[in-house]
């Protein structure tokens, strides 16, 4: 997911948004090779702008920090980021590094927050609404966008919708995708890789119904499933209660 | 005549070495599933006690539930085997029923290749796993 540019601090922001799509892994700041020694060079740059532009150079620190995995440095920056108040995409881009970086506890929060019909992300932020799980949420806000007339993408409403018939029927609240996300997010940082979910909602009914959250993972098929099969391990240790209506999966991003 | 899961799943991997059309890839998901789906249903029925099948519905879901929620030790690393299993059959019936049911959505040769690639790791881990 991509952080949201702002005025003249946009290119600063489209060398992290271009640093960020080169891999699907976070950066090893360890490591020596061409993207690295450019994230090297852009933190030069971040710490200029903080002596000018405070504002825009803690949001920067954050994404930038966030491309290397670097959980509580991003949290800490963009924390440092809304003490000096908020610009409007501070919080928007603080949700989207939670995303990136496997906290979609956190980054439900702020989707609360900033996906209202009314703060006028409603549209562009529904996508991001729904890989943190809000699934609810999202439904109260494409609710109060119809009655404002709004229309947001059709095709990602239906499936919200129809996740939410699921998930209602199940008993299964946002908070509880969400725990069970970051279960996943923590594996997924565990192996550097960087969260690239999807929703499928199957709904064939007296068949199968169910609501998956799959996460794309570049490795083999095989290797996909033993990374499966620690994320069962890790959903246990933290006590996730299994229920046919909903899960995670990791899958090969291809074959 | 019969037919086992494997050849299912060698049915479908030959099936996308073939396939040019569209309703040959919904043909190669819907052969896979049955594969994994038959593959997983013997693994589960050879753990020391079946697991649990809540409010699920119709033989398919309750096996995805069961699979999800096994009733042998977790000491048993056949457990957490299990639960994974549970997982990628999710992605592989949600493929197929696109495939069989949802005919205006598009399927193209990513979801049938790796549908084939996954029942092959079903089948591949359900064959370990069996005689571990």
Known sequence: ???????????????????????????????????????????????????????????????????????????????????????????????????????????????????????????????????????????????????????????????????????????????????????????????????????????????????????KVPVPAESAFDMNIELAEEEDRAGIDKHVAFDVVFEPLSS | MSSSPSELVDCALSLLGDARSEPQYRTVCSRAYYGAFHAANLFHNALPAPGTVGDARGRHEQLIAQLANPTCSKRNHKYFVSQALSKVLRTLIDARVRADYLIDTEVDFGMAAKSSESARVVMLKTSEFAVN
Request: proline share 1%.
């Open chain 1, 1 to 215: 997911m991509k952080a949201i540019a702002q005025q003249k601090n946009g290119q600063l922001f489209e060398e992290i948004n271009a640093l960020q799509a080169a891999s699907r892994h976070y950066l090893d700041s360890t490591s020596i090779n061409p993207l690295v020694r450019r994230w090297r060079a852009l933190r030069h740059e971040i710490d200029a702008l903080m002596k000018v532009d405070a504002c825009s150079a803690w949001e920067l620190a954050g994404a930038w920090k966030g491309l290397s995995g670097d959980l509580a440095a991003t949290e800490e920056a963009f924390a440092n980021r809304t003490k000096l108040g908020n610009s409007g995409t501070n919080r928007i881009n603080w949700m989207v590094n939670r995303l990136n970086l496997g906290l979609f506890s956190g980054a439900q929060a702020l989707y609360a927050e900033v996906g209202t019909a009314e703060d006028g992300y409603f549209t562009q932020l529904l996508e991001e609404g729904c890989c943190s799980g809000a699934i609810q949420q999202a439904v109260r806000f494409i609710e109060r966008a119809g009655e404002m007339h709004i229309k947001g993408n059709a095709d990602l409403t239906t499936e919200i919708i129809k996740a939410n018939a699921i998930l209602q029927v199940a008993g299964l609240s946002d908070a509880c995708i969400a725990q069970h996300l970051d279960v996943a997010g923590l594996v997924l940082r565990r192996h550097r890789i960087r969260p690239d979910g999807t929703l499928r909602v199957t709904s064939a009914p007296g068949y199968f119904n169910g609501v998956t959250y799959a996460f």
